[in-house]
């Protein structure tokens, strides 16, 4: 999977800053030749490798038959494609593979920074080779977090009335996939996005977070479980134990729009 998802970063890079055709698919989202291309080369690679293995991508037909196997690939072709519309560093090629319904292995890819991020089950996660794990903060005040900044402008329903949320370093990238692989390595101490997610928006990271000693959960705090009939998350939290059951209390009690 390394190498498959390796070799795609390379497709990106031709594309990257250059000429290609891009359009909207529908509800303001943006998709480019290059996503295409990358997700049809990966399909073709790691299912020639693992036929048995079922198929679920941002850019392929969502098919229940293609998913119906004990262990699936889940792939994001370009997580971040309004980053690479713009030509910033912050999009991500994703891999997966989801055993009834828990990501066992995972790969995030900066093709453009060279940022390697990896995990397999029970192994440890990787950047470049190298063990990872979350920051140690327990600390809500000045912590480093990504996210939207509107998510922290008003006290969060679960905290006392009017108490505000401390100082803290907010930045966001585009893609959700990079954000929880830089809390992963601790460059950040965490991330929250309280908008719907797709799986493979999030399964690569989410064992990647894990084996990097983190927690990752919906905003209530529950488990995320992948591949199922509808493959979408409600909401993410990924932070160290102790910053995550913080982040948690305080927006438990958000009701998100069509929840």
């Known amino acids: 999977m390394e190498?498959?998802?390796?070799?795609?970063?390379?497709?990106?890079?031709?594309?990257?800053?250059?000429?290609?055709?891009?359009?909207?698919?529908?509800?303001?989202?943006?998709?480019?030749?290059?996503?295409?291309?990358?997700?049809?080369?990966?399909?073709?690679?790691?299912?020639?490798?693992?036929?048995?293995?079922?198929w679920l991508s941002e850019e392929t037909e969502d098919d229940l038959q293609q998913?119906?196997?004990?262990?699936?690939?889940?792939?994001?072709?370009?997580?971040?494609?309004?980053?690479?519309?713009?030509?910033?560093?912050?999009?991500?090629?994703?891999?997966?593979?989801?055993?009834?319904?828990?990501?066992?292995?995972?790969?995030?890819?900066?093709?453009?920074?060279?940022?390697?991020?990896?995990?397999?089950?029970?192994?440890?996660?990787?950047?470049?080779g190298k063990t990872i794990h979350v920051s140690q903060r327990e600390e809500l005040e000045g912590c480093r977090i990504l996210g939207p900044s509107a998510t922290f402008v008003n006290p969060p329903p679960s905290i006392a009335p009017h108490t505000p949320w401390p100082a803290m370093h907010v930045e966001t990238r585009s893609s959700i996939a990079y954000r929880l692989a830089l809390v992963a390595c601790g460059a950040f101490d965490a991330t929250v996005a309280l908008s719907a997610k797709h799986d493979w928006d999030l399964a690569a990271g989410d064992v990647i977070i894990k084996e990097a000693g983190g927690q990752i959960s919906t905003h209530t705090g529950a488990s995320l479980e992948y591949n199922g009939h509808d493959p979408v998350q409600p909401s993410v939290i990924a932070a160290g134990p102790v910053l995550h059951r913080q982040l948690i209390m305080g927006v438990k009690d958000i009701k998100l729009p069509g929840r």
């Open 3 to 54: 190498q498959a998802v390796r070799d795609a970063g390379e497709i990106a890079r031709k594309y990257y800053r250059g000429s290609y055709r891009k359009w909207d698919k529908g509800g303001g989202q943006p998709v480019t030749e290059c996503d295409l291309a990358i997700d049809k080369f990966l399909c073709e690679r790691l299912r020639a490798a693992r036929p048995d293995y079922g």
């Open 67 to 128: 998913r119906n196997a004990p262990t699936v690939f889940v792939v994001d072709p370009i997580d971040g494609t309004v980053a690479f519309l713009k030509g910033r560093p912050h999009f991500t090629i994703c891999a997966a593979t989801v055993t009834d319904g828990k990501p066992v292995v995972g790969a995030v890819y900066n093709p453009i920074t060279g940022e390697f991020f990896s995990a397999i089950s029970d192994a440890g996660a990787k950047l470049n």
